[in-house]
């Protein structure tokens, strides 16, 4: 597996990380803890360095499973975390960014992860009622004790981006991005190469749809969180089999999968970006990392965006509530 750096941090990692998230939440029941161990070790044999996780994802139970699968190989591993929820226990979760709260959160992170030093921690989501400069120099606190070595920043605007990064370098920054969600192009993607930070895409392959394994009759788990995402309505899933149909066409020609080449397709765009896809399936982890090798010219790369851009991609990537969380 080939290596990246995340901006001018100095944080290298592989070219593809592995999202941990669906292990234990968001797309179903959690998976069976040994059968989740054995994926990410997998992962690590076939030269995946680059692990993510949140203390939302479970409610620290993904933490605690990433920290048991990966206490074998400390030292060869970059594991990233987040913080910003707080869970109530009625009603909704909701946004904490209080440097008191961080630090918390931080020690937390540490003992279920089973690490001296959090890699990565990044700030989950932007909490309007507390100044982005505030978390940054509660990070900047938590790196000068030793317990964690980089910032990162998740679905914040450029402007918070830029004033964080003022105060604490931020190495990375997370955001969803792919064939079919290519907003960061707009002003993300150029204030980071700018500034020197790394990105990593989450839902590189569009919640599972570009692999060309889901369409308009596929059924979802009820704990599925597409239930509700509107771009995943089944009159959507049809109208955006164009995208999969680009994608397929692609991959017969260059002898690769519909998911090898939109990560293949990401990975040609920068040589800062590093894409996270996650699975529950060792089968889908060895077809994902497969993209690490599938060449894409820059004249392939051409093709597949000037054909996207003819496809109008329907419905939105989120509810309303949950895109108000995001970008700011």
């Given amino acids: 597996m080939q290596k990246r750096k995340l901006g001018k941090s100095?944080?290298?990692?592989?070219?593809?990380?592995?999202g941990c998230m669906s292990m234990s939440s968001g797309y179903g029941p959690p998976g069976d803890k040994q059968a989740m161990i054995a994926v990410i070790r997998a992962a690590v044999e076939q030269g995946v360095t680059f692990f993510d996780t949140a203390e939302a994802y479970g409610q620290g139970a993904n933490e605690e499973l990433v920290g048991e699968a990966l206490a074998p190989f400390h030292g060869r591993v970059v594991i990233a975390t987040k913080f910003g929820f707080t869970f109530p226990l009625n009603g909704p979760r909701g946004l904490d960014?209080?440097?008191?709260?961080?630090?918390?959160?931080?020690?937390?992170?540490?003992?279920?992860?089973?690490?001296?030093?959090?890699?990565?921690?990044?700030?989950h989501r932007v909490d309007p009622a507390v100044p982005i400069e505030d978390v940054a120099g509660a990070v900047k606190e938590l790196i000068q004790q030793g317990k964690v070595k980089h910032f990162g920043l998740s679905e914040a605007g450029v402007q918070t981006i830029r004033r964080a990064h003022a105060v604490q370098a931020v190495a990375a920054v997370?955001?969803?991005?792919?064939?079919?969600?290519?907003?960061?192009?707009?002003?993300?993607?150029?204030?980071?190469?700018?500034?020197?930070?790394?990105?990593?895409?989450?839902?590189p392959l569009g919640k599972g749809f570009l692999t060309g394994k889901i369409d308009e009759h596929t059924t979802f788990d009820s704990s599925d969180f597409r239930n509700v995402v509107p771009r995943f309505s089944a009159e959507n899933r049809k109208a955006n089999q164009a995208v999969v149909d680009l994608l397929a066409a692609i991959a017969r020609r260059k002898k690769a999968t519909p998911a090898q080449i939109a990560l293949a397709w990401l990975l040609a765009r920068k040589p800062w970006i590093v894409p996270i896809p996650g699975t529950t399936k060792l089968d889908?982890?060895?077809?994902?990392?497969?993209?690490?090798?599938?060449?894409?010219?820059?004249?392939?790369?051409?093709?597949?965006?000037?054909?996207?851009?003819?496809?109008?991609?329907?419905?939105?990537?989120?509810?309303?509530?949950?895109?108000?969380?995001?970008?700011?």
């Avoid at 100095?10 to 990380?17: D, F, P, R, T």
């Avoid at 540490?110 to 030093?117: G, H, I, Q």
């Avoid at 907003?183 to 989450?202: K, M, N, R, T, W």
């Avoid at 996207?308 to 700011?328: F, H």
């Fill in 97 to 123: 960014s209080r440097p008191s709260h961080i630090k918390e959160v931080a020690e937390a992170a540490l003992k279920r992860l089973r690490v001296e030093s959090i890699d990565l921690l990044y700030q």
């Fill in 284 to 328: 889908r982890l060895r077809e994902n990392l497969g993209a690490a090798v599938v060449d894409l010219t820059p004249d392939d790369v051409r093709e597949i965006e000037t054909a996207a851009a003819g496809i109008n991609v329907k419905g939105d990537r989120y509810t309303p509530e949950l895109e108000k969380m995001t970008g700011r």
């Fill in 174 to 203: 997370q955001s969803e991005y792919s064939l079919w969600w290519r907003q960061p192009e707009a002003e993300l993607l150029p204030a980071l190469e700018e500034l020197g930070i790394g990105f990593v895409p989450f839902s």
């Fill in 10 to 18: 100095g944080l290298e990692v592989s070219a593809l990380g592995l």
